[in-house]
């Protein structure tokens, strides 16, 4: 098939979709406007990158002015790592600290600028001749794809980082949405950026047909991209919420003074069965050490490393107890589980009969009819 016809279609066409749905995120009203900008910033960016399959038929540009417009994809990978921490942490700002990640684009400017930014016009033209052959154009896609590498690990390891926050500090089963959005994104990212490094080996050591052959592919996975984001947007409006940007682990957390673990196991265990905190569907470790009376970082520690469990197991594992005592009892036998439910503390039905059967190994109907 020839792809030539095709790869300038993809690309206006993901140009546009880009553009708009970076429109839409500058323009809707919400408290992280931060996220939307950042977002919106890296896929203005990726539409400006792309535009070079169509935007020569149009525009005759300098040679100077091509290769910072060629550049400028440095930007694409400091813009979405700051957009992951920047939904995951609800108080993240940016600070001067981040200029740092202005450092891919200064060095590939300052790698280019002996043989090309101070050269004279037949040199320039020489060298976009050779384009491909230039040392400095192999140096920088290596370094990129390095780059590229180490930015994907880092993200990687944040979002790792917050399903334990999450898991950690929150018994709700909604609070893990953020974290599963961030995953897809992750993996998507991921498989086009693979792609991508695929289309750059084969630039340079096989055929243009082979090559073009992966740009579309990259172009298809694009498209699914862009209507993907769309979707999340439009079916998850009130994702990303986020967490506060100072919360620590329990493995990272230097307790205030040392835990009597006995009695301190002893006053959570009777807390829980007689006052019974987890009937709150919106309960939190936060809140559960207020009622303690104990420092939060305290009952972390508590939880998490002397009953080896997550906050979010730990309470669940007293809302299906609580639910196993209803499922159990005659009186309550007109109860659907619904009802029970939200009784327990659980505030869906797919995070309800997901505990249960994680800690059962039955559904709640299966446990009712054998009991």
Known sequence: MNYESI???????????????????????????????????????????????????????????????????????????????????????????????????????????????????????????HYNQNIEIRFLGVFGDLLSLAYLIAEVYYITRYRKLLLENFADNSSLKNYIWLKQLA????????????????RIHFTIENTNTLRAVILFF???????????????????????????????????????QNEDLSALKSFMTH????????????????ELKMNPRDVSVLINQNL?????????????????????DPSKKAFTVLEILYEVGFNSKSSFNTAFKKHTGLTPTQFRKKS
Request: proline fraction near 4%; charge should be positive.
């Open 222 to 260: 694009g498209v699914f991209l862009i209507c993907w984001l769309f979707l999340k947007a439009v079916n998850s409006p009130k994702l990303f919420k986020g967490i506060d940007v100072n919360l620590k682990t329990s493995n990272e957390i230097k307790t205030s003074k040392n835990i009597e």
């Open 7 to 129: 790869i300038p279609f993809l690309a206006v066409l993901i140009v546009i979709l880009f553009l708009l749905f970076s429109a839409f995120l500058l323009s809707v009203k919400r408290e992280k406007k931060l996220s939307n900008q950042l977002l919106a910033s890296f896929l203005i960016i990726t539409a400006v990158d792309i535009s070079a399959f169509f935007y020569y038929k149009f525009l005759t540009l300098p040679l100077a002015v091509e290769m910072l417009r060629n550049s400028i994809s440095a930007f694409k990978n400091p813009l979405l790592f700051l957009y992951v921490l920047s939904v995951i942490y609800s108080n993240f700002k940016l600070k001067w600290t981040h200029l740092v990640h202005l450092l891919p684009w200064l060095i590939t400017i300052l790698v280019l600028m002996p043989n090309f930014f101070f050269a004279d016009d037949n040199a320039k033209i020489e060298f976009y001749n």
């Open 308 to 328: 080896n469990k997550h906050f979010f197991d730990f309470i669940n594992e007293y809302r299906i107890e609580e639910a196993k005592k209803i499922l159990k």
């Open 275 to 290: 006052k019974k905190p987890y009937l709150n569907p919106s309960l939190t470790i936060r809140k559960l050490a207020a």
């Open 187 to 202: 993996i998507l990212l991921f498989i086009g950026q693979f792609l991508t490094w695929i289309k750059n080996y084969s």
